[in-house]
Every structure is written in structure tokens, then in C-alpha cells.
């Protein structure tokens, strides 16, 4: 599996962040490369959402009340363990969030 993070902000900004386990994790924008959070395993570390927060320079930019969706996609090398330190990762950091699994089927809209 991979992530997808929407950060609550204000409307002028689109925060949304790709987290891809390319055999590392990888923090991504579109097709680019924002950041390696760890070279040396493929885990997905405590840390991670600070590191992203201050390279991207985003905490004066995300919404007050620090909240955010994770969107979780079936396909990719991520696994449940890495989601629950994600979780786990942005609870550290203050954020209150929801997840969305986008293989379920959605509640609105055409997708079927």
C-alpha cells in the first residue's frame, strides 16, 4: 500500500503529499522526490511528518487545529505496520485526522 496526506489549509494551498515506499520510504509531490526519510530499512519512522513540516516549511501554512486525511491505496510496498506509525507519527505531532481507504467503495459520485 501507499498514503496519500491532505493537510487542512487554507484555501489558497493544496497541501498534499504522497508517502511511496519505493523501497525506502519516500515523501513525494506529483512525480517529485521531496525527501528519503530513511536509507537504511524500508519501515517507515517516527519523525517522518516533522521532517516533511520543516523541508517543506508548511507548519505556518497548515490550518489551525492541525488536521489531516490520510488516504490509504492498496497498491504499493507499504504495510499495515507502516500506517500505524504514520498514525502514530501525526497523533506525536498534534494532528487530528480520518483515513479514507480508496479500494471501499465511496459514498458519493460516480466512482463504482
Known amino acids: 500500500m501507499h498514503f496519500t496526506i ?8 493544496d497541501l498534499s503529499y504522497g508517502l511511496v515506499f519505493i523501497s525506502c520510504p519516500v515523501f513525494i509531490e506529483g512525480k517529485r522526490e521531496i525527501i528519503n526519510l530513511n ?9 517522518s511528518i516533522k521532517k516533511l513540516i520543516d523541508l517543506e516549511d508548511i507548519s505556518k501554512i497548515i490550518s489551525e487545529g492541525k488536521e489531516c486525511v490520510i488516504v490509504v491505496h492498496p497498491e504499493g510496498n507499504g504495510t499495515d505496520e507502516d500506517l500505524k506509525m504514520l498514525e502514530r507519527d501525526l497523533k506525536r505531532e498534534g494532528f487530528k485526522f480520518g483515513s479514507v481507504w480508496f479500494n471501499e467503495k465511496p459514498n458519493s459520485g460516480d466512482l463504482k
Do not use: D, N, R, V
Open 39 to 47: 536509507y537504511e530499512t524500508p519501515e517507515y519512522k517516527l519523525g
Open 6 to 13: 491532505i493537510f487542512k489549509s487554507h484555501q489558497s494551498y
